[in-house]
């Protein structure tokens, strides 16, 4: 009998810029992983760009993305319809890939389905963002969510990874997603449009789905095993290609909690402030499988990177040695 054929899945859509994105991404992934295949949703013009190019061969499954599923809950709340392998990891364009995944996969496998977060969600997930979550801890609005929907628990999803091996499965966590986003004015959470964004998110939809059916969460927190850690500027080392990255790990919950602040100079205050408590000083030098630009204001140098190795390709031409055309395999080689 074959052994399960595991891949990744990235899509994009919206201006070309994204499929830049995703390209540079699995450019890095290919300095590692040489044998699993890549799938590309994506829309026609997204295609039509690789064609010119010549980069068609940089996915081993590429299909077109139906307007409908061409957002975060369009395409998140569906993975099913996206899971061209037996086993199918869901990646954002905005990563950089920095080690060997075998033991990701390994640890992976284990999962029906699952998503990288943490087991207990607090209350800025899903919630405001600035001093109204006060109100929201004071009137308990959390706990009243869970009590209304009959949860025991809300875990902290953070959807830059998802895995899915078993279909069903992966059918009933975005059909409860798909009705607990339907019925969010009876949620506590707000409404991502209502604070000016292009998108609604995905996350605390799948969190509630997730503990509905009692799945585990894959801790994204795992120390020198994290799956992916945050890009922060002030907190990550590496070259200009990132072929060398390590991340300040702080192993005290509160004082890593500190890195998502924006100004660079009070994050860093802070950090430094905080470390000096005894027991706080502690962290690591870790370099993940993955680090993920995912905060708004860390993103300009996942920019430059993309723009240069897209840049790179159009000057080598169509005779270039695309990085790698693999075949399915469930198994990469090392390295």
């Known amino acids: 009998m074959d052994a399960p054929v595991e891949g990744y899945v990235l899509h994009t859509y ?13 450019v890095t992934l290919r300095r590692y992983d040489t044998t699993r295949p890549v799938a590309l949703f994506c829309p026609r013009a997204h295609q039509d760009v690789l064609e010119q190019q010549g980069l068609t061969d940089l996915f081993q499954h590429l299909a077109p993305l139906p307007p409908a599923h061409q957002s975060i809950v369009g395409f998140k709340h ?15 364009a905005d990563m950089i890939w920095c080690r060997n995944p075998d033991p990701l996969w390994t640890r992976l496998s284990t999962f029906a389905f699952t998503a990288t977060g943490l087991p207990k969600a607090d209350f800025f997930f899903g919630g405001p963002k600035g001093a109204g979550v006060l ?28 895995y899915l091996q078993d279909r069903q499965v992966g059918d009933a966590v975005c059909r409860h997603a798909r009705r607990f986003l339907d019925e969010r004015t ?5 409404s991502r449009l209502d604070e000016g964004r292009s998108e609604e998110t995905c996350e605390w939809s799948l969190a509630m789905a ?15 095993e994290s799956p992916q850690l945050d890009y922060i500027d002030s907190l990550t080392t590496h070259d200009a290609d990132f072929y060398n990255v390590t991340c300040q790990y702080h192993t005290t919950g509160f004082v890593y909690g500190l890195r998502g602040l924006a ?6 205050a802070l950090i430094r402030s905080a470390t000096r408590l005894p027991g706080c000083g502690d962290f690591l030098e870790v370099t993940p499988f993955v ?10 140098p996942f920019y430059t990177f993309a723009n240069r190795i897209w840049r790179q390709l159009e000057e ?5 040695v695309v990085p790698n055309t693999p075949q399915p395999s469930p198994a990469a080689s090392s390295r």
């Open 186 to 190: 009876d949620t506590h959470f707000r």
């Open 291 to 300: 680090v993920h630009f995912g905060w708004l204001h860390q993103k300009e």
């Open 210 to 224: 997730m503990s509905r059916l009692e799945l585990p969460i894959f801790p994204w927190l795992q120390g020198h």
């Open 263 to 268: 100004q660079r100079r009070l994050r860093e």
């Open 14 to 26: 919206g201006p070309p810029r994204y499929l830049r994105h995703a390209v540079a991404s699995v």
């Open 316 to 320: 080598e031409g169509p005779d270039r």
């Open 78 to 92: 569906h993975l099913p319809q996206f899971a061209p392998f037996d086993r199918s990891l869901f990646v954002d």
């Open 135 to 162: 109100l929201d801890i004071l009137l308990n609005r959390r706990g009243r969510t869970l009590r209304r929907f009959g949860l025991t628990y809300l875990p902290r999803v953070q959807a830059g990874m998802i």
